[in-house]
């Protein structure tokens, strides 16, 4: 809480009662003969056409899903098809008012998202950027495509560009929006604003928070919806998302023009029905699905439900709320009732709804009704109908045919090229900043107090006779972070960073102490508890052309944000064909001392997930080095730091923690220690111990030991591990993650397989034990201590002489426990 807001008792004591205003339901009610002196007959006509485009697009593949034929075109799609047919007309009322600067954020049934939003974008666009965007996609791959034989003018082609973009993606074609990696759950189209469905239900609900948020810190125009399912209310990420989005701070802290609340509207399409769960009814409780909003904020989040199965009525709620929004006032709930006849996929056997629910949806379908209406208000003419919806299986036709034509559209080549995705999983780009303009910080760095005070201190740990500074004096790894991230504070204006507790409390660990002198807001910010959305907004912040560093206060808190963390970060610079970048760094801190749910080392968790850069360096040098090449990349990284040592100084780095800017490579293992009878690998704080052991060794044993700390998980260079183990022959793996299944492991088995000749015995890993993690005064039996190594030498590489183990490595414990699971 910041000082300046006084929470007074006499006022917040006092009695009271909090009274809810009342939530529009379906108060839409203008005769379309009324609507006319807003909408031009061409326009109310073009409606009916998107929303029929929508229909026959989804109509195909549902005949493809369920019958392998469309129009006398054969064909197998194995994959997924979540259909919308019978929600036409809520996308298309959603997509009305949009324009390309406004995003929209989808979900695994949004084909019909994509193509309303398209074909608005379509309109609304000159034929110069029209073309430029088609030819700017992949080089003008899909233009190409649609263009042969193409004899309308730009706008149809854009249209067959749509299709043929959504459709050869679907099919995971090499031609289609996102090079046939995204697929239908996750196709997408930056150009027009659409941003990546999700395949993930509530995916969307925290990532377009984000974008929002992206778009609020860098003043960029437009808005964001959230196009999520009415099921995905249980979900936690939409619900972060939302309690995010609802921060006061933006109206009650936030300064001049960036206060005000965020641009984002959540737009619940809402078929009532999460696959065969009736949300209403059975699965939630909120009755009408617009009510949740009431409990929100005092703006009841403006909530509404908007009947979908009307487009002018879902048209009529998108401008007001647009405006609500551009206004400062959001975030917006709206809760777009329509239904879906399709089944959630073409499996579904529709078990768990009537036939005749089906029918009297189907007795009021929205394309019906709204083309009896211009009939009736002489706008249209049957024929004229009937043209329109002819002209579309055309369209269709002419989509499928050319995307399932693998001459045409083949699919990505990894015969040819084996490592064509592999080489997709990471953008490995150089940016000093995302974006060119003036930063903004309240003072010039060097008048920074805590920038002064680090300037006092002592860059290496010892002094010229190798005795130690005093720990006030040392610069200490936190200063480190602390120094490469200010920097980049300085240098990248779209950089913000935020987390619980990241303001005025100084960061947890006090690395973040200073940067509320020299950040506004808008910057650096608090908040509130919900990992999910802390990744899942970093993502869509990323993901909108921002760069931002993210903090999870304890590593163990990283399961709040398991989704965004395995599912979300990772994958979308790969799913969007390398479109999309993902400049997020996460810091993590792994704690000590705090027991079973605080202490956890969990890099093995995330280095086992493709898509990830993983690092946890264990000194000031390496910090500040590793933070300022996360910084300087557009790819995700989890940046682990050890609660043990942010007090440590520099012990290896000749000449102490440079001063200027530096960069450690990402990847690159570090020899903190030249020996030649042994190679201990460390990661993370073991360091310190495998230095400690070094000694023992050394001095006991007459053994030298070759310290190599690893410095980086993924990616990592081996070189270095097998040069060295070349000249010892014996390899212990050490890490503070319990061993089994650890990234350890795969250390070693990885040094085995390439060094397998050299080798005196098979390398040995040191880990944690596979429990809890015990109190503090027990950690000692958890975490590999110095003596734990000289052990696992001693018996399973090469006796030491004399040397007395107090550690089981024997093989009768090592079966013995794996046969208890411990
Ligand atoms: C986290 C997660 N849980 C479960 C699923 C499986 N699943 C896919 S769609 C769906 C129903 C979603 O309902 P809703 O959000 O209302 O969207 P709708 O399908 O109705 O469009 C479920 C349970 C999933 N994809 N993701
Ligand atoms: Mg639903």
Sequence with gaps: ??????????????????????????????????????????????????????????????????????????????????????????????????????????????????????????????????????????????????????????????????????????????TGFNKGLGGSMHAFFTPFGVYPNNAIVGGSGDISVGAALYKKVNRKPGIVVANIGDASMGCGPVWEGISFAAMDQFRALWEGEYQGGL?????????????????????????????????????????????????????????????????????????????????????????????????????????????ESLVEAGIASEDMLDDIRQQIVGLVVKAIKLSVDDNVSPHMDITGNPELIGSMMFSNGSADKMEDRPVEALMPLQENPRVQQIAKKERFAFDKDGK???????????????????????????????????????????????????????????????????????????????????????????????????????????MSGNIIKMPVVIRVSVGSKYGAQHSQDWTSLVAHIPGLKVLFPATPYDAKGLMNAALQGTDPVIFFESQRIYDIGEQFHEGGVPEGYYEVPIGEPDIKRAGNDITILTVGATLYRAMEAAEILQNTYGMSAEIIDARSLVPFNYQPVIDSVKKTGRLVVTGDANTRGSFLNDMARTVTDIAFDHLDAPPVVVGARNWIVPAHELENYYFPQAHWLIDAIHQRIVPLPGHQAKEDYNDKIMLQRSKDGV
């Design 1 to 174: 809480m910041p000082k300046n807001q006084f929470i007074n008792p006499a006022e917040v004591r006092k009695p009271a009662q909090i009274s809810f205003g009342t939530i529009p339901v379906n108060q839409y009610n203008k005769p379309i003969t009324e609507e006319r002196e807003h909408f031009s007959d061409e326009a109310l006509i073009r409606i009916y056409r998107d929303m029929f485009i929508i229909r026959e697009f989804e109509s195909m593949l549902h005949e493809i899903k369920t019958k392998n034929e469309y129009q006398g075109i054969s064909y197998n799609h194995p994959g997924p098809a979540h259909l919308s047919i019978g929600q036409e007309a809520a996308a298309v009322g959603m997509a009305y008012h949009l324009t390309v600067d406004d995003y929209i954020f989808g979900s695994h049934r949004s084909h019909g998202e994509i193509l309303a939003k398209g074909l608005s974008a379509i309109h609304q666009l000159d034929d110069t950027q029209l073309i430029q965007i088609m030819e700017s996609h992949f080089g003008g791959q899909a233009l190409r495509i649609v263009e042969k034989g193409a004899s309308g003018n730009v706008k149809e082609l854009a249209v067959d560009f749509l299709l043929y973009g959504t459709l050869a993606e679907i099919f995971a074609r090499e």
């Design 263 to 371: 641009p984002i509207l959540f737009n619940f399409m809402n078929n009532q029905y999460g696959m065969g769960g009736q949300t209403q009814g059975e699965t939630m409780g909120y009755d009408i699905l617009a009510r949740v909003g009431a409990g929100v904020n005092p703006d009841m989040m403006h909530a509404e439900r908007v009947d979908g199965y009307n487009p002018l009525a879902v048209i009529d709620a998108f401008k007001r709320k647009k405006e609500l929004l551009i206004n400062k006032q959001g975030p917006v709930l709206l809760d777009t009732l329509t239904y879906r006849y399709s089944g959630h996929s073409p499996s579904d056997a529709s078990s768990y709804r009537s036939k005749e629910e089906v029918d009297a949806w189907l007795e009021v379908d929205s394309i019906k009704g709204y083309g």
């Design 468 to 574: 130690p500074f005093s720990k006030l004096k040392q610069y200490q790894l936190r200063d480190g972070i602390f120094e490469a991230i200010i920097d980049r504070f300085y240098k990248d204006p779209t950089l913000v960073a935020y987390g619980e507790e990241n303001r005025d409390w100084g960061g947890a660990f006090a690395v973040y102490r200073g940067l509320t002198e020299a950040l506004p807001y808008n910057r650096l910010f608090n908040a509130p508890i919900s990992e999910g959305a802390i990744v899942g907004t970093a993502i869509g912040y990323g993901m909108a052309g921002g760069r931002v560093i993210a903090e999870i206060m304890y590593c163990d808190f990283l399961g709040r944000a398991g989704d965004e963390v395995f599912n979300q970060l990772p994958k979308w610079q790969a």
